[in-house]
């Protein structure tokens, strides 16, 4: 019998995910012995590194499945699995099963109406889902953790969002990684699009970016333009540039420090590159925004 990676009840019926056990645990050279259990496991690797063997029957070849720091599996509620680590591998594991749908978020059915990419995750025929995190990932599942423990049990409306949020945000990277919305090199510069909007603030140089999204960075540099029409650096530039019109535009920020809001460390250059973009200083900029009360290009995506 095939095993799929979640029943088939949870996009008929209205249910709503419960969290049934949580753990941080570091395992040093540990083989652990073929189980199953009756919720759905998420296994995230913190560091380190380990094997997670996984048969869909006990009489099958098992799958071995590789994982180092910042990936993380998926596994089915009834598929028997065992944890193999070889040296030492710091995990933070989650089990969650399904519940009567009771709000304050919509059921799973409700939700997979709206968005694709959960209707894909719950509809998966594999009885496991092997994903590399961006980092966002990890972000929800710790904020989730944090919560079950604050509110001492399973319920609640912040958990229900971050549960919900958290297997979401899976959905989307298992369909991203089917190549179902983008291609991987418009995930590397997708990824790389969002450190930048993350640090501009920061000095960034190209090998940083490329190290956040792990790619070379001559590699980084051609896919970006290829994709992005510009180079990172070019990107970079364009958005501290919008950053500053809209500090200069919408806020009470004394001129002199919009340079390091945007992380621009010298104010000559600043006002030299501002001067380029807009045909103004950022003085004069700030005292049209005085004088007439403007709203510049509403439609920046900042």
Known sequence: MTISLFPAEWLEGQYQPRVHAYYFKEWNRFEMDYHRHPSTEIMYVISGTCRVELAATPSDNPVSIFMKKGEFVVLNADAPHR???ADKCRMLNIEFHRVDWAGPVPSFKQLSVEEKALRG???EPEP?????????VYHTLRSLVL?????GSSDGAMIQL??????IRIGRLRSESLGGDSLPA??????????????????????????AVSLHPGYLQRIFKAQAGRTPVEY???????????????????VSDIPEYVGVGSRPYFHALFKKYTGLTPVEFRGLRDTHRWDLDKSEDF
């Open 83 to 85: 944890l193999i680590v």
């Open 121 to 123: 995750l719950l509809a």
């Open 128 to 136: 496991y889902a092997v994903l590399r995190d961006p980092e966002d």
């Open 147 to 151: 919560e079950l423990d604050r509110n």
């Open 162 to 167: 971050l549960l919900s949020q958290l297997i």
């Open 186 to 211: 418009e995930q590397y510069v997708r990824q790389a699009i969002e450190y930048l909007h993350q640090n501009y603030d920061r000095e960034i140089q190209v090998k940083d970016i490329a190290a």
């Open 236 to 254: 970079l530039t364009d958005l501290r540039m919008k950053k500053a019109r809209m500090l200069l535009r919408q806020t009470d920020i004394p």
